[in-house]
C-alpha cells in the first residue's frame, strides 16, 4: 500500500510539474505575441473616425490612410464616407463618428442647437456657380434669374457671398430650392434653371456638357469649409486629433511631389468621377492644414443670424479649437 500510494504522489507532482511548465510556456507565448503587437490593447493605435463627404476635401484624409501615414505618426484613421451631409448628420448625432468635414454654417446650427462643436481646422473644399444661359457672363446678370442651391446651407451662403460682391442681394435673384446635387446638375443641363452652385465632381460633369463657371469660393475668396470635432472628444483625444494633422501634411506633400497619375484613380473612386473625365480633373492645389480665419466665422454667423438660424450669441472664439492650431 505503502509503495502504491507513494507512486501516486510521485505522479500527481509530476503531473503538476507538467501543468506548470505548459502554464508558463503558455504565459511566455502570450507575452511574446503582446510584445510583437505593440504590447496590451491599451498600448494598441488610438482610432479617430471621421465622417466626410465624396468631396475634393476628404483626398487628404484618405491618402493619409491609404499611404499609412496615419499609422506612421500613431493614429489609425477609420474614414467613413457618407452620400448626403444629412446622413453624416444622423451618425454624428449617434456618436458613430468622431469629427466631421462641415462648413461655418453648420457650425452655427450645432452650436444653436447647444452642441459644443469646435473648429480645428479648415479643409480644402470648393463650390462653383455654373450657367448654361449665354445672356449670363457675370454674376450680376444673375439679377431677376433662377438659381438653384439647398437653402439655409453654405451653398445658399456662398451664392450670398457672391452675389453681395457684384452688387446684389438674394431678393435680386429667384431662389430654387434643391438639396439634391445629381438633380441640380440636370436641371441646369435641361435649362430648368439659369444657374447652380455645385461641388466636384459635379463642376467638371458640367463643363464637360458645356456649363460655364461664373465663380467659385476660390474666385470669390470664401472659405466655409471646415474640419469639426465635439469638445469631448478633443479633451478625450487631443494627441490622436494632432497625429491626424501630421498624417494629413504628409498626404498633402506626398501629393505636391508625385504625378496626378500616381493617385487620381483613388481620387476617382472616392469623389465619383466618372472615368471618362479622367483626363479632364483637375487637383486643387493642396496645402498644408492651418485654422479658421476668425474673419470667416464672422462671415458665415452674421449670415446665420439674418436667416434666423442662429439667435445664440456665440463669438468666433468660442467655437475655434486650438487642439492643433492657435486661434
Given at each position: 500500500m505503502k509503495i502504491k500510494t507513494t507512486r501516486r504522489m510521485m505522479m500527481l507532482l509530476a503531473l503538476a510539474l507538467i501543468i506548470s511548465i505548459v502554464g508558463v510556456a503558455c504565459n511566455s507565448k502570450t507575452d511574446n505575441a503582446n510584445a510583437?503587437?505593440?504590447?496590451?490593447?491599451?498600448?494598441?493605435?488610438?482610432?479617430?473616425s471621421l465622417g466626410l463627404l465624396p468631396s475634393i476635401d476628404a483626398i487628404p484624409f484618405i491618402i493619409a490612410h491609404e499611404q499609412g501615414f496615419d499609422q506612421k505618426h500613431g493614429v489609425n484613421l477609420n474614414i467613413q464616407t457618407f452620400k448626403s451631409a444629412k446622413d453624416r448628420d444622423v451618425a454624428f448625432q449617434a456618436g458613430k463618428i468622431d469629427g466631421l468635414s462641415a462648413d461655418l454654417v453648420a457650425i452655427s446650427?450645432?452650436?444653436?442647437?447647444?452642441?459644443?462643436?469646435?473648429?480645428?481646422?479648415?479643409t480644402f473644399g470648393e463650390f462653383d456657380l455654373l450657367t448654361g444661359n449665354n445672356g449670363i457672363q457675370e454674376v450680376k446678370d444673375l439679377k431677376g434669374k433662377t438659381v438653384i442651391l439647398?437653402?439655409?446651407?453654405?451653398?445658399?451662403?456662398?451664392?450670398?457671398?457672391?452675389?453681395?460682391?457684384?452688387?446684389?442681394?438674394?431678393?435680386?435673384?429667384?431662389?430654387?430650392?434643391?438639396?439634391?446635387?445629381?438633380?441640380?446638375?440636370?436641371?441646369?443641363?435641361?435649362?430648368?434653371?439659369?444657374?447652380?452652385?455645385?461641388?466636384?465632381?459635379f463642376v467638371t460633369m458640367g463643363k464637360a456638357s458645356d456649363l460655364r463657371v461664373l465663380s467659385s469660393t476660390k474666385q470669390a475668396?470664401?472659405?466655409?469649409?471646415?474640419?469639426?470635432?465635439?469638445?469631448?472628444?478633443?479633451?478625450?483625444?487631443p494627441e490622436a486629433i494632432r497625429a491626424m494633422y501630421?498624417?494629413?501634411?504628409?498626404?498633402?506633400?506626398?501629393?505636391?511631389?508625385?504625378?496626378?497619375k500616381?493617385?487620381?484613380?483613388?481620387?476617382?473612386?472616392?469623389?465619383?468621377?466618372?472615368?471618362?473625365?479622367?483626363?479632364?480633373?483637375?487637383?486643387?492645389?493642396?496645402?498644408?492644414?492651418?485654422?479658421?480665419?476668425?474673419?470667416?466665422?464672422?462671415?458665415?454667423f452674421a449670415w446665420a443670424r439674418e436667416q434666423g438660424l442662429l439667435t445664440k450669441d456665440i463669438t468666433p472664439e468660442e467655437v475655434i479649437s486650438d487642439v492643433q492650431f492657435k486661434k
Open positions: 510583437g503587437n505593440g504590447g496590451s490593447k491599451a498600448s494598441e493605435t488610438p482610432e479617430l446650427i450645432y452650436n444653436e442647437a447647444g452642441l459644443d462643436v469646435k473648429i480645428t481646422s479648415t439647398s437653402k439655409n446651407t453654405s451653398t445658399q451662403y456662398t451664392v450670398a457671398m457672391m452675389l453681395k460682391q457684384a452688387g446684389l442681394t438674394e431678393k435680386d435673384i429667384n431662389i430654387t430650392e434643391v438639396p439634391q446635387i445629381p438633380t441640380r446638375l440636370e436641371l441646369l443641363k435641361n435649362n430648368k434653371a439659369d444657374a447652380a452652385i455645385l461641388p466636384e465632381p475668396q470664401v472659405n466655409p469649409f471646415v474640419l469639426a470635432f465635439p469638445q469631448s472628444v478633443i479633451d478625450a483625444k501630421r498624417a494629413y501634411d504628409d498626404a498633402v506633400e506626398y501629393m505636391q511631389s508625385h504625378d496626378q500616381d493617385y487620381i484613380d483613388l481620387v476617382i473612386k472616392e469623389v465619383g468621377y466618372p472615368e471618362t473625365l479622367k483626363d479632364q480633373i483637375e487637383v486643387p492645389a493642396y496645402i498644408p492644414a492651418n485654422q479658421v480665419d476668425v474673419k470667416e466665422v464672422e462671415s458665415a
